[in-house]
């Protein structure tokens, strides 16, 4: 395969993500393999959670088609834009459409689990957002009391980034949902998350919220 166009976009612990082509299509490319040796495992299964995920997702515009998974290599499609931290999306038609774009996807029985990283969030070339990065989805389809709960935090996530960068065009509703955080979220706060963050930053390299890993040399 020549790799001569390939452009890593992320090499860490967890392995390398990386653009390249397949038979003339631009994809995406994560290689497990890549991964350090006492991660593996834990990448692997990541990935398959990313491909359960998108396999349940698929034909869903704003979405990654999944075009391939054995075990070693995951390959999605390639959405053309730029994360949300590089373009700062402050058209309120944006946060409508992710608003549909979220409540499609849970209404797959899917959750995203990880919607605070701005750069799982995509804006594409016509302005649309997109997701990216389902290796901690909610891949059960079960729509109980736990799916809700998590689902509601997807939703928040998403309301904390309109805040960010559209807070006029938050409605009675949205704010109060920002203020009435799950009793999960806030344990969570409370008690792992400082945890999670020493894990993170030391042993990841993930320093900021963006969620971007170093890379490796």
């Given at each position: 395969m020549d ?9 860490d612990?967890?392995g390398?993500v ?12 994560r290689?497990v393999d890549?991964?350090r040796w ?5 990448a692997r299964r990541?990935a398959?959670?990313?491909a359960?995920?998108?396999a349940?997702l698929?034909g ?10 054995d075990?070693?290599?995951l390959l999605r499609?390639?959405i053309a834009?730029?994360?949300?931290q590089?373009?700062?999306p402050c ?8 608003l ?5 996807v849970?209404?797959r029985?899917?959750v995203?689990?990880?919607?605070a ?7 594409d ?12 989805a909610?891949t059960r389809?079960?729509r ?12 928040r996530?998403?309301?904390k980034?309109?805040r960010t ?12 949902i920002?203020?009435?955080p ?22 990841f ?8 890993g170093?890379?490796?040399?």
């Open positions: 790799t001569s166009r390939d452009t890593l976009l992320k090499c612990e967890l390398r990386e653009k390249t082509e397949r038979h003339g299509v631009c994809v995406i490319r290689d890549a991964a006492w991660a593996r495992a834990f990541a398959a959670r990313e359960r995920a998108l349940k698929d869903l515009d704003g979405v990654p088609a999944l075009l391939g998974w075990g070693h290599e499609g390639y834009g730029a994360p949300m590089q373009a700062r058209d309120r038609a944006y946060y409508r459409e992710a549909r774009l979220l409540a499609r849970h209404r029985g899917i995203h689990n990880d919607l990283k701005e750069p799982n969030w995509l804006v070339v016509d302005g649309r957002p997109a997701l990216v990065d389902f290796q901690i909610w389809g079960k109980g009391a736990l799916f809700r709960a998590l689902a509601r935090e997807d939703l996530h998403l309301l980034h309109k960068y559209c807070a006029d065009a938050l409605s009675a509703r949205q704010r109060a920002l203020a009435t799950a009793p999960h979220a806030v344990l969570w706060r409370a008690t792992g998350k400082r945890l999670y963050k020493l894990v993170a930053r030391r042993v390299g993930y320093w900021d919220n963006e969620g971007q170093r890379k490796r040399d």
